[in-house]
């Protein structure tokens, strides 16, 4: 059964950095992109950036480049997100997903395959 795990969220004043971690299992894990999306309350799930676990491929949105890097470990079957500068914006539920490198649609959509049961990132002003 596949599963992803999320872990390293919590409470960071504004300026403060916080490293999520998405512990995969169950699946091929370098056929796989791994998608970082988070949903702040009364607002759409935003995606935020991802990483091809074939050829280290990386995306980013605009309201994360430059201070978020994402980052895999395939030795270890684990995607980290180093959050710097963080922003009392990025408050959110951070979810990480999984999807099939093949379907060549992880980069456009959020139609992601498996998904993680989400960490709290709570930014404070």
């Known amino acids: 059964e596949a599963q992803l795990v999320e872990s390293g969220g919590g409470q960071v004043q504004a300026g403060g950095s916080l490293r999520l971690s998405c512990a995969a299992s169950?699946?091929?894990?370098?056929?796989?992109?791994i998608g970082w999306f988070r949903q702040a309350p009364g607002k759409e799930r935003e995606g935020i950036s991802c990483?091809?676990?074939?050829?280290?491929?990386?995306y980013y949105a605009d309201s994360v480049k430059g201070r978020f890097t994402i980052s895999s470990d395939t030795s270890k079957n684990t995607v980290y997100l180093q959050m710097n500068s963080l922003k009392p914006e990025d408050t959110a539920v951070y979810y990480c997903?999984?999807?099939?490198?093949?379907?060549?649609?992880?980069?456009?959509?959020?139609?992601?395959?498996?998904w993680g049961q989400g960490t709290q990132v709570t930014v404070s002003s």
């Open positions: 997903a999984a999807d099939l490198i093949a379907k060549n649609s992880y980069m456009y959509s959020d139609d992601y395959d498996f």
């Open positions: 990483i091809s676990n074939s050829d280290g491929t990386t």
């Open positions: 169950g699946f091929t894990f370098d056929d796989y992109a």
